[in-house]
């Protein structure tokens, strides 16, 4: 037996963020990053909505990119403290992805963090609080997922949790939240719900229910994501509901290695912080070369080609859609690999087994269309280092 979650209800278009008035609870905390939303009058919004809807509301601010155990703990007392009935959470994936993991501790203030790292192995929520997500970018898709990405910075590893009680119960998709993102945001957020919807509609829990929803995302951003780059807002609407689109695919369908392989890069170089979907999008073409040497992936891959007009047999089309990618990453200012990137080479030779060791066991492998050994993955990430195309 499958099973497809989505929010109950998905609110969208321009000043959708109006729903608010008409919420019913008495107390809500509004989770948010690092004040952009403040920044561009957002928030202010919302707090008079609230107002208007007689809910009393508390702010828990500066959720930093890629929020860590502590930053969710620390939230999670903030909602022992005032006992809110709603959770709300404006932003990027950060803040949201945080406030689902605050969720389940400010009403299992028992549990440890240690106790909900194996999938869909979490206790049973709204007890509490009901869950309301808004994005502010047009690439996670939390707002409809049963995902949320949180890092231990101790151990330099970026763990996915996900079970079906972390989707939230309302999404609004305001179109105006995502006229604020900056280029470079705009660029990698667009890659990551591509790689969402590319690797969910070849994951092995692909479905009749999520194919749909993946082709369709990706068509949205072939189409809409060079325009959305380059300051169209009409073409960042449609960024907007592709990505959403893209979310509800890979939150039922699940994802594999590309996504596998970003959690467990993201934190580990001491260079620094490489952002999520860059790597996705470095990572996306060898992922797809190294899957297509299973013929139910190249078949799948080829139908995602000929969807966005690419024409040819599966081999050629594969090979066609791997080029689309690349030349979309140097439309988008996208390295096309770690070196380039900037990883030093020492480093990556020094960390390359143990990573690919911790991607191999990473909760995106197990529905990525092909297996993959430690080893596999190692030459993999090897060629994403230098370059070189995926022959194994």
Known sequence: MMRFTLPRDMYYGKGALEHLKTLKGKKAILVLGGGSMKKFGFVDKVLAYLKEAGIETQLFENVEPDPSVETVMKGAQAMRDFEPDWIIAMGGGSPIDAA???????????????????PFSFPELRQKAKFLAIPSTSGTATEVT???VITDYAKGIKYPLADFNITPDVAIVDPELAETMPQKLTAHTGMDALTHAIEAYVS???????????????????ECLPDSYNGCMAAREQMHYAQCLAGQAFSNALLGIVHSMAHKTGAAFSTGHIPHGC??????PYVIQYNAKDQTAKERYAAIARSVGITGSDSECVVKLCQKIDEYNVKL????????????EEEFKEKVAKIAELAVGDACTGSNPRAITPAEMEKLLTCTYYGTTVEF
């Open 333 to 344: 200012n996208i390295p096309k690999t770690l070196k380039e990137f900037g990883i030093v």
């Open 279 to 284: 790597a996705n999008a470095i990572y996306l």
């Open 146 to 148: 049963a995902f949320s």
């Open 204 to 222: 092995t829990m692909n479905s009749p229910f999520t194919d749909p929803l993946a082709l369709k995302a990706i068509s949205m951003v072939f």
């Open 100 to 118: 689902k993991a605050m969720w389940v501790f400010y009403e299992y203030p028992d549990t440890s963090f240690e106790a909900i790292l194996q």
